[in-house]
């Protein structure tokens, strides 16, 4: 099983061939489009979902007492989310490299919370990577630059028995996405032998 997740930095309904070359069974897409227009070209066999928005600026998170809206989410949706199996992918738009002490939003207590539903970042434990430490970028910041500002914020996780089953985990390459126009984002890219 593929799982592609890529934050297309909008308009969908143009970039929507570059994304199915991948050839994912399940596509997480953050920022795709305004709803109607990729309804327009919309192909039978897709499968629509309802977006959730997890950026802690648009969230209104100003206070260190408020937790971010993924932690706000897990707790919503813990039962649902620990009834079997599930993914939860996309644009988080957070790192543990902006963790400020005693800040509810931190990342690495939505990390946490994640473990504690089973579930583990893909990227970090198949390259044996620490959160804040990754060696590839998922976003090219504000100048789409290769050797601009650059950050990890795009993120699959999976449930812990599927970890190791995982075969593959890449990263799209900065030339192929990002050069090439089409987002500020590289797509994860993961392999699952299930």
Request: proline share 4%; charged share 25%.
């Given at each position: 099983m593929r799982i592609v997740a890529w934050n297309c930095n909008m308009a969908l309904d143009r970039k929507i061939e570059v994304l199915l070359a991948l050839k994912p069974d399940i596509a997480i897409v953050s920022e795709c489009a305004e709803p109607d227009r990729l309804r327009f070209r919309r192909k039978p066999d897709w499968v629509e979902s309802k977006p959730v928005w997890a950026?802690?600026?648009?969230?209104?998170?100003?206070?260190?007492?408020?937790a971010g809206p993924l932690r706000r989410a897990l707790a919503k949706y813990k039962e649902f989310i620990s009834a079997g199996p599930g993914i939860l992918a996309g644009d988080l738009n957070n790192n543990v490299i902006w963790d400020k002490p005693g800040w509810r939003n931190n990342h690495n207590l939505a990390v946490a919370a994640l473990a504690s539903l089973g579930l583990?970042?893909?990227?970090?434990?198949?390259?044996?990577?620490?959160?804040?430490?990754?060696?590839?970028p998922t976003l090219y910041w504000r100048d789409r630059r290769k050797d601009g500002l650059?950050?990890?914020?795009?993120?699959?996780?999976?449930?812990?028995?599927?970890?190791?089953?995982?075969?593959?985990l890449r990263l799209g390459r900065f030339e192929d996405w990002c050069g090439a126009g089409l987002s500020d984002h590289v797509p994860v890219i993961v392999d699952v032998g299930l």
């Open positions: 950026q802690n600026a648009s969230a209104g998170i100003t206070r260190k007492r408020q583990l970042s893909a990227y970090h434990e198949f390259h044996g990577e620490q959160q804040g430490g990754e060696s590839r650059t950050y990890h914020i795009d993120y699959v996780f999976l449930p812990d028995p599927w970890i190791r089953k995982v075969k593959e």
